[in-house]
Nanobody, 120 residues
Framework: QVQLVESGGGLGQPGGSLRLTCAAS????????MGWYRQAPGQQRGLVAV???????HYANSVKGRFTISRDNAKNTVYLQMNSLKPEDTADYYC??????????????WGQGTQVTVSS
């Protein structure tokens, strides 16, 4: 099994920054895409940013120019640098990864989520 563990959430001020980290562990042969999603109260979970194993990135329009996704393939870790935070960024943030497990089976897995609150 492949597990994802997020860290780095918490309280941020408007205009401030936070950095989220997500580390994958377990029986992993290859990780393809890694991404961040978020879900605000009463809303559906939606894509924030995704990065391929080759470093190609895609962002939601609402975070373009403010958030940066990156990854360290050697560490099976993905990061989300969040700058110029806005109150509307408040949500639970979830890490997602897909690839091939050590059992040669494809996997898609989610982290447990980390809460981000943007407030003065």
């Amino acid at each position: 099994q492949v597990q994802l563990v997020e860290s780095g959430g918490g309280l941020g001020q408007p205009g401030g920054s936070l950095r989220l980290t997500c580390a994958a562990s377990g029986s992993i042969f290859r990780i393809d895409d890694m991404g961040w999603y978020r879900q605000a109260p009463g809303q559906q979970r939606g894509l924030v940013a995704v990065i391929s194993s080759g470093g190609n990135t895609h962002y939601a329009n609402s975070v373009k120019g403010r958030f940066t996704i990156s990854r360290d393939n050697a560490k099976n870790t993905v990061y989300l640098q969040m700058n110029s935070l806005k109150p509307e960024d408040t949500a639970d943030y979830y890490c997602n990864a897909n690839g091939v497990a050590g059992t040669w089976s494809p996997f898609t897995t989610w982290g447990q989520g980390t809460q981000v609150t943007v407030s003065s």
